[in-house]
């Protein structure tokens, strides 16, 4: 059925996706059998590639290279590429200006990026490119065991990735074609969590995917409730850091296998942790340069700036993905070489409590607000107590722009939670990283056992 999946299904029902797929992920398997220096080689030729793609028909290399005077052929492999790093301001700036001109308008896809740590960028990706990025992502769950097919229950926060409304049609192309049964996470309360569980007990999947703070969340209530439910026999956190503890709490309740995969929408799922924990980014898809970025607690930290090796809509190259990592020189004990962290320390995102005890996901709030911004470049939202909120933000100028942004965030804050809340709003040059390199955007300080009852007397 796998081989069905990836060469017939998939390629028939979404060709913009999986055009060839089943050809891609062989290409990708034969990638990993190579020797070290094949596969050099392979990334070598592909950064070229890229840089002289961009060269050629960005308007905003174009003027980046010319201004340094550098070329591709000044490069040799192994060394940092010399160019400016590209910022995700710089990237939201100059949008038409990354867009590559090699492509006509209907040739390329539109996406956004996430905007948790600030407004989404616009992104434009044709379609191998695109065809490719499925492809690695696909080929990185194969790793773990989780192939076209296999039965998944997705538990997934930002509901805007989902079907809100499925016909017969798709849901019989998702949950019994494909084996996947999404559950939307933007919400999480004692009915969202039944409801996974009649989920997860009916639709007995192999795989359980999803936000990596909502899968914890969702373990500890399965504990705590002393409900009988199924076991997958992999767990794959994606989407946030995964903490130890929590990692320990989807180990003690499901008893199977928890790995983690690393992306984002600015250059998809590039990273997949192997069997001693560190995670590998595959050479095929990026070429990674870790920059020192100070200290931790825990050891040096390193600012992670990826160039992006499939996408020619958009190319992204030596771009600051904003999240901080941990890196460890010696040989992963697995025996790949590719280049692997120990752990990313990216965004921080706590769920907020509303006023019936039920959690909501900050990510997608903050997302969805931030796609309106243009004065505003981020926002960190922390939760005292049930309507008391601190908001702290950084903006570009002054004046009524970043006034009227500011109003529509906050009505939208309080929509969401339906009643008045008390603000303590403070506008600062930046939000920073805290000392362990988190990026915290929605920190909540209501006490569980306060929310707990909150929702123990709703339901």
């Known amino acids: 059925m796998t081989w069905f999946h990836n060469n017939i299904l998939l390629p028939i029902c979404q060709p913009d996706r999986h ?11 034969l990638f990993d059998r190579m020797q070290r220096s094949q596969q050099t080689a392979i990334q070598e030729r592909r950064i070229h590639a890229v840089l002289d793609h961009a060269y050629a028909t960005c308007p905003y290399y174009r003027m980046v290279f010319d201004r340094i005077g550098f070329r591709s052929s000044d ?46 960028i616009t992104l434009w990706r044709d379609l191998e490119g695109l065809r490719n990025k499925v492809a690695v992502q696909y080929h990185l769950n194969r790793l773990c065991g989780y192939d076209q097919g296999t039965r998944v229950l997705w538990i997934w926060g930002a509901e805007r990735d989902l079907e809100q409304h499925p016909s017969w049609r798709w849901r019989f192309y998702e949950e019994v074609l494909l084996g996947r049964m999404n559950c939307g996470a933007g919400q999480l309360s004692e009915a969202s969590f039944r409801n996974f569980l009649e989920k997860l007990n009916r639709h007995k999947p192999e795989v359980l995917y999803g936000y990596s703070n909502t899968l914890a969340l969702f373990a500890r209530w399965l504990r705590e409730s002393g409900s009988a439910y199924h076991r997958p026999r992999v767990a794959i ?79 992204l190259i030596r771009y ?23 752990a990313v320390l990216g965004r921080a995102v706590d769920h907020l409590v509303l006023p019936d005890g ?27 107590s049930i309507n008391r909120i601190q908001l702290r933000f950084s903006a570009l100028g002054e004046g009524a722009e970043v006034e009227q942004e500011l109003a529509a965030f906050l009505g939208d804050m309080e929509q969401a939670f339906r009643i008045p809340i008390e603000w303590d709003v403070e506008r600062v040059p930046e939000i ?13 300080e209501v006490p569980r056992e306060q929310y707990a009852r909150e929702c123990r007397s709703a339901n």
């Not at 055009?19 to 398997?29: A, W």
């Not at 920073?432 to 909540?444: A, N, P």
């Open 19 to 29: 055009q060839r797929l089943g050809r891609r992920l062989r290409d990708l398997e």
């Open 75 to 120: 490069w040799h492999f192994g060394e940092p590429l010399p160019l400016p790093e590209l910022t995700r301001d710089l990237a939201r700036t100059n949008v038409e200006s990354l867009r590559s001109r090699g492509f006509r308008p209907w040739e390329l896809r539109k996406a956004y990026t996430g905007g948790t740590t600030a407004p989404p």
């Open 237 to 315: 956190a994606t989407a946030e850091a995964l903490r130890p503890e929590d990692r320990l709490a989807l180990e003690l309740t499901f008893g199977c296998k928890v790995t983690v995969h690393y992306g984002s929408r600015d250059v998809g799922m590039v990273a997949a942790e192997c069997s001693e924990g560190r995670l590998h980014f595959h050479p095929a898809a990026c070429y990674v340069e870790l920059l020192p970025a100070g200290e931790s607690p825990t050891g040096p930290l390193y600012r992670l700036v990826v160039t992006d090796l499939l996408n020619y809509g958009m190319p």
């Open 320 to 342: 600051d993905t904003a999240d901080c990592v941990q890196f460890d020189e010696t040989r992963c004990g697995c025996g790949s070489w590719y280049p692997s962290v120990t």
């Open 358 to 384: 039920s959690l909501m996901d900050g990510a997608p709030l903050v997302m969805r607000a931030g796609r309106t911004f243009r004065k505003i470049r981020q926002v960190q939202i922390i939760q005292k």
């Open 432 to 444: 920073l990283r805290e000392r362990s390199g988190k990026l915290r955007m929605t920190i909540c």
